[in-house]
């Protein structure tokens, strides 16, 4: 079994910063894709960024120049660095890995149970 924790949420200004984290854990034989995603009342949740194990990053429009998404393979973690935070931030953050927990087994998507940030004055 895999478990996402995600930390690093909170109530901050706008204008504001947070770093969210992630940690990976347990029957880890390889992580590909790693990534946030994001889910505000009555919205669908929506990738926020993603990173590969190769460094590869994408982003939601709505972030560009604002979130930063890093990972460190060694510590199976993945980080997001948010600035400038707006109120339409505000949302539950989703940590999301793919992950084979074996060398013959398929990939598949575990999930975080979310951490809130809300962006408020």
């Known amino acids: 079994q895999v478990q996402l924790v995600e930390s690093g949420g909170g109530l901050v200004q706008p204008g504001g910063s947070l770093r969210l984290s992630c940690v990976a854990s347990?029957?880890?034989?390889?992580?590909?894709?790693m990534g946030w995603y994001r889910q505000a009342p009555e919205k669908q949740r929506e990738l926020v960024a993603a990173?590969?194990?190769?460094?590869?990053?994408n982003y939601a429009d709505s972030v560009k120049g604002r979130f930063t998404i890093s990972r460190d393979n060694v510590k199976n973690t993945v980080y997001l660095q948010m600035n400038s935070l707006k109120p339409e931030d505000t949302a539950v953050y989703y940590c999301?890995?793919?992950?084979?927990?074996?060398?013959?087994?398929?990939?598949?998507?575990?999930w975080g149970q979310g951490t809130q940030v809300t962006v408020s004055s």
């Open positions: 999301n890995a793919v992950v084979a927990v074996t060398s013959t087994n398929l990939a598949r998507p575990y």
């Open positions: 347990g029957s880890i034989f390889n992580i590909h894709a």
């Open positions: 990173t590969t194990s190769g460094g590869s990053t």
